[in-house]
């Protein structure tokens, strides 16, 4: 077995066990790893229960897993699954970070936790050290005080366990703000100090298990991979064309806020009631020249560079330290509050990663509540006398704050856009429901589809297994480079899909081979590999539950408000056409094998050797 580790650790916070397990090869292979291998360990181990398994409870399983390609391809990530609070599905989400290079170092694979620990619990590993500690002191913190305190606290007990070693670089860690704590279901899981795994609300998930933080340090070489001249050879040549892509190297996604504003009519202003905008003073070079104070900054490995630090040097908000801002939090913490200015949309940026929730999730729920007030549909009083007017920096901060602590109007907010307005719409009427942006419990990216110059697609949200998650979207043909399939390799292998798109699609598979010394087809991953990691997914998504099931057919759809003509712009007018909506649906369903009403066939299901799927998906959906 080549590029893996081969072996995962096994920790379950109720009984404090900890011990190992090693997946067959086999398995690997057909799953290889993030994404596609947290699917298949979740439908394993608590698919014939799904629809009873709580996902803030402790039967859940919180998954941290590598791919093969982690630690050899440039830019280093983790993927994070689990049942997700959020849409009751599974999400693979990734962060940027060290993260899963130390974990292979240090022996695994992945991490697959389970139970709930009794108080307050940091994983810590070094090796084959691996022990639960109290996270006491540390419960309540926010995130980079969190962050600040676990790499003190990490060094001194690496030169505790090998003091013969020297002077330690610094831990990887993963941790969780307020906002996991309180089990807030749009909580990220965070990263250094502006990272985070958004999209599931798994920040929730490790909150509910009482997991504060995990440290992980490796001093081992990562694994053997199959031919070591080759992986050498395309390090070298992944490098020389990550590095041409000068533009993106100086910019990174920061260019967005005004791009997809004014050229592209895609971006949400005001919570979506709007797609355009010529506010120049949000532009990149803005950005560039008040608040980037570090205009480079990679992650592992990464010769892209394409991360800036953001922080105003002086006014009110002076000293809020985030990343960039990139694009979807100029976006939804920005232009969709009616915040135009980078020193506002930094601001809160930090507030998010700073509480621990989803910039993207945590943004669309702000935006929905202020058009409800802006609606008079929430009242003053209601928010605890939060005036929150579009452009109201404090005021969503405040708000942001009373969410992250399940406070007033808060606590209804924390559950999530959608189940936000199911709530709201019993007391106010289902007036509520049609200013949610989401698509199934999951806030639709800011990319909107109405004017087709952005996501040209109109199904790409609507028929996602990942729900509104931007960075997989359902697209046609099934092997086009922005379709969830291509993504899902992304994903599986657990590489930077910013890095990936800029390559030529061979370099990802031949870079796979020579790794693992497999020989993957482009034509065995569309026709075969992919398919089953996503139909395990959307299985599992219609199967839903405890709380929440999606309707086959009735919820693969678009929010109310993208039927609505756009308002300004040179796109003005356009809206998502149903009639083509419905067209590509079908068609989206036939392609993917799904009968009409979106519903995995059982003879898709036994080619793909997924009979068990086949069977408890028809029992459950019988009931």
Same mark, same amino acid.
């Given at each position: 077995?080549?590029?893996?580790?081969?072996?995962?650790?096994?920790?379950?916070?109720?009984?404090?066990?900890?011990?190992?397990?090693?997946?067959?090869?086999?398995?690997? @292979? /057909?799953?290889?790893?993030?994404?596609?291998?947290?699917?298949?360990?979740?439908?394993?181990?608590?698919?014939?229960?799904?629809?009873?398994?709580?996902?803030?409870?402790?039967?859940?399983?919180?998954?941290?897993?590598?791919?093969?390609?982690?630690? #050899?391809?440039?830019?280093?990530?983790?993927?994070?699954?689990?049942?997700?609070?959020?849409?009751?599905?599974?999400?693979?989400?990734?962060?940027?970070?060290?993260?899963?290079?130390?974990?292979?170092?240090?022996?695994?694979?992945?991490?697959?936790?389970?139970?709930?620990?009794?108080?307050?619990?940091?994983?810590?590993?070094?090796?084959?050290?691996?022990?639960?500690?109290?996270?006491?002191?540390?419960?309540?913190?926010?995130?980079?005080?969190?962050?600040?305190?676990?790499? +003190?606290?990490?060094?001194?007990?690496?030169?505790?366990?090998?003091?013969?070693?020297?002077?330690?670089?610094?831990?990887?860690?993963?941790?969780?703000?307020?906002?996991?704590?309180?089990?807030?279901?749009?909580?990220?899981?965070?990263?250094?100090?502006?990272?985070?795994?958004?999209?599931?609300?798994?920040?929730?998930?490790?909150?509910?298990? !009482?997991? +504060?933080?995990?440290?992980?340090?490796?001093?081992?070489?990562?694994?053997?991979?199959?031919?070591? /001249?080759?992986?050498?050879?395309?390090?070298?040549?992944?490098?020389?064309?990550?590095?041409?892509?000068?533009?993106?190297? @100086?910019?990174?996604?920061?260019?967005?806020?005004?791009?997809?504003?004014?050229?592209?009519?895609?971006?949400?202003?005001?919570?979506?009631?709007?797609?355009?905008?010529?506010?120049?003073?949000?532009?990149?070079? /803005?950005?560039?020249?008040?608040?980037?104070? !570090?205009?480079?900054?990679?992650?592992?490995?990464?010769?892209?560079?394409? *991360? !800036?630090?953001?922080?105003?040097?002086?006014?009110? *908000?002076?000293?809020?330290?985030?990343?960039?801002?990139?694009?979807?939090?100029?976006?939804?913490?920005?232009?969709?509050?009616?915040?135009?200015? %980078?020193?506002?949309?930094?601001? *809160?940026?930090?507030?998010?990663?700073?509480?621990?929730?989803?910039?993207?999730?945590?943004?669309?729920?702000?935006?929905?509540?202020?058009?409800? #007030?802006?609606?008079?549909?929430?009242?003053?009083?209601?928010?605890?006398?939060?005036?929150?007017?579009?452009?109201?920096?404090?005021?969503?901060?405040?708000? *942001?704050?009373?969410?992250?602590?399940?406070?007033?109007?808060?606590?209804?907010?924390?559950?999530?856009? #959608?189940?936000?307005?199911?709530?709201?719409?019993?007391?106010?009427?289902?007036?509520?429901?049609?200013?949610?942006?989401?698509?199934?419990?999951?806030?639709?990216?800011?990319?909107?589809?109405?004017?087709?110059?952005?996501? %040209?697609?109109?199904?790409?949200?609507?028929?996602?297994?990942?729900?509104?998650?931007?960075?997989?979207?359902?697209?046609?043909?099934?092997?086009?480079?922005?379709?969830?399939?291509?993504?899902?390799?992304?994903?599986?292998?657990?590489?930077?899909?910013?890095?990936?798109?800029?390559? %030529?699609?061979?370099?990802?598979?031949?870079?796979?081979?020579?790794?693992?010394?497999?020989?993957?087809?482009?034509?065995?991953?569309?026709?075969?590999?992919?398919?089953?990691?996503?139909?395990?997914? /959307?299985?599992?998504?219609?199967?839903?539950?405890?709380?929440?099931?999606? +309707?086959?057919?009735?919820?693969?759809?678009?929010?109310?408000?993208?039927?609505?003509?756009?308002?300004?712009? %040179?796109? +003005?007018?356009?809206?998502?056409?149903?009639?083509?909506?419905?067209?590509?649906?079908?068609?989206?369903?036939?392609?993917?094998?799904?009968?009409?009403?979106?519903?995995?066939?059982?003879?898709?299901?036994?080619?793909?050797?997924?009979?068990?799927?086949?069977?408890?998906?028809?029992?459950?959906?019988?009931?």
């Amino acid at each position: 077995m080549k590029g893996y580790a081969g072996r995962f650790l096994e920790v379950d916070l109720t009984s404090n066990n900890i011990g190992e397990a090693k997946l067959p090869e086999e398995t690997l @292979r /057909r799953y290889v790893g993030g994404r596609g291998l947290a699917s298949w360990i979740l439908w394993d181990r608590i698919g014939e229960k799904w629809d009873s398994v709580d996902p803030l409870g402790p039967e859940n399983i919180l998954l941290l897993l590598t791919g093969p390609l982690t630690g #050899y391809f440039p830019g280093g990530r983790i993927c994070v699954s689990g049942k997700s609070p959020q849409s009751n599905g599974i999400v693979g989400s990734t962060v940027a970070g060290e993260f899963g290079v130390e974990l292979k170092c240090a022996g695994y694979d992945g991490i697959i936790i389970t139970g709930e620990a009794e108080k307050p619990t940091h994983l810590f590993i070094f090796d084959s050290h691996v022990e639960l500690k109290d996270a006491s002191h540390i419960w309540g913190l926010e995130g980079k005080e969190t962050f600040k305190r676990l790499v +003190k606290e990490g060094r001194e007990e690496l030169k505790r366990i090998n003091p013969r070693f020297g002077e330690w670089k610094d831990p990887s860690i993963l941790y969780i703000g307020p906002g996991g704590e309180n089990k807030v279901r749009m909580a990220a899981v965070m990263a250094k100090w502006t990272h985070a795994a958004g999209y599931g609300g798994y920040g929730a998930v490790m909150g509910s298990k !009482k997991l +504060k933080a995990i440290t992980v340090k490796g001093s081992g070489p990562l694994p053997e991979v199959a031919d070591m /001249r080759g992986v050498s050879s395309l390090i070298e040549e992944v490098c020389r064309e990550l590095y041409r892509n000068e533009l993106f190297r @100086r910019w990174g996604t920061g260019h967005g806020g005004y791009y997809y504003g004014n050229q592209t009519s895609s971006e949400p202003v005001r919570n979506w009631q709007e797609e355009w905008h010529d506010v120049k003073d949000y532009g990149v070079d /803005r950005f560039d020249e008040r608040v980037w104070v !570090k205009r480079f900054w990679g992650d592992y490995g990464c010769p892209t560079t394409c *991360l !800036k630090v953001a922080m105003p040097t002086s006014g009110p *908000l002076k000293g809020a330290v985030s990343d960039n801002p990139d694009y979807e939090l100029q976006a939804y913490v920005g232009t969709n509050l009616g915040v135009f200015t %980078p020193e506002g949309n930094t601001y *809160l940026s930090a507030r998010v990663d700073d509480l621990g929730i989803c910039g993207i999730n945590g943004g669309n729920v702000l935006g929905f509540a202020a058009e409800l #007030y802006q609606r008079g549909l929430l009242t003053k009083e209601e928010l605890d006398g939060i005036d929150l007017k579009w452009g109201n920096v404090e005021a969503f901060a405040e708000l *942001l704050e009373k969410i992250a602590y399940r406070r007033g109007m808060g606590d209804v907010l924390a559950e999530g856009t #959608y189940r936000a307005a199911l709530r709201l719409s019993k007391e106010k009427g289902d007036e509520v429901l049609k200013y949610a942006v989401q698509s199934k419990g999951i806030a639709i990216g800011a990319h909107g589809n109405r004017s087709t110059l952005d996501y %040209p697609s109109y199904i790409a949200y609507a028929c996602s297994v990942q729900g509104g998650d931007h960075t997989s979207i359902a697209h046609l043909p099934l092997d086009h480079g922005d379709s969830e399939l291509t993504i899902a390799l992304y994903d599986s292998a657990v590489i930077c899909w910013f890095n990936a798109w800029t390559l %030529p699609e061979d370099l990802i598979w031949d870079f796979m081979n020579k790794v693992t010394g497999w020989d993957i087809s482009r034509e065995e991953w569309y026709g075969e590999m992919a398919p089953r990691i996503l139909n395990i997914q /959307r299985a599992v998504l219609l199967i839903g539950g405890p709380d929440l099931r999606w +309707k086959p057919k009735e919820n693969d759809e678009n929010p109310a408000r993208f039927y609505e003509p756009l308002p300004s712009g %040179p796109k +003005k007018g356009r809206a998502v056409d149903r009639k083509e909506f419905e067209e590509m649906r079908m068609e989206y369903y036939s392609a993917m094998g799904w009968d009409e009403n979106g519903i995995p066939r059982g003879e898709t299901l036994r080619k793909l050797g997924l009979e068990g799927v086949d069977k408890i998906l028809r029992d459950k959906l019988a009931r």
